[in-house]
């Protein structure tokens, strides 16, 4: 039957699939993983993973895009966001604090590292990853930033430039900790280092008082 809605128990066993996926290839590495393994883990019969998914390249490759998928949906929460940013003191901090938790805390920043330590094998992924997520993350700050010099909330800038000085500062040692060598950092961290980055930024960038 064509055109109706895809049977559940397929689409559950294609999330139960992906979810076992991400912590398999998350643990082991694309090399140390198997279709068994992520099965096992799944509580999927082996078939089942086999007639979703061809081999390991068609499961890595949909772990990635659905993780891809879920960047974007947090990107686009945060360019709807930094529409709604009006106060440089009481809004940019609380963006700050909310960009690092979402990037820094959770599964993102481990598939991070995936991501790039399979760059050659899957090099379409690290262009279609950067695309969905960090860049369009630094698109819609840079546009933010263009806004508020503009109204004059911060001083005269150049908005890309602004843009990434406002991400290293609010999550970027971190990031590059946990990209090399796997640390995630705490939660309590996180938010104090994404709050002062944020006061660090806005001291940089303060409005010309005269």
Known sequence: MSGGAEDPRIVRSRALALDAARRVFLDAGYHGATLERVAAEAGLAKR????????????????????????????????????????????????????????????????????????????????????????????????????????????????????EHFAFLVMGADLDRGTFSGEHPSADRVRTRALAGADAFLRAYAADSG
Do not use: W
Request: net charge negative; hydrophobic share 55%; charged share 20%.
């Open 48 to 163: 089942t993973i086999y007639n979703l998914y061809a081999d390991k390249d068609a499961l890595f490759r949909a772990t990635i895009l659905s993780a891809i998928a879920i960047a974007e949906d947090f990107t686009a929460s945060i360019t709807a966001e930094v529409r709604t940013v009006h106060d440089a003191q009481r809004d940019l901090p609380a963006l700050a604090a909310r960009l690092a938790d979402a990037t820094l805390l959770g599964p993102a920043l481990a598939l991070r590292r995936l991501v790039i330590m399979e760059s050659i094998r899957f090099p379409e992924l690290v262009v279609e990853y950067r695309a969905g997520a960090p860049e369009a993350v630094m698109s819609a700050l840079a546009a933010l930033f263009s806004r508020m010099s503009a109204d004059g909330l911060i001083r005269e800038c150049v908005p890309r430039v602004a843009a």
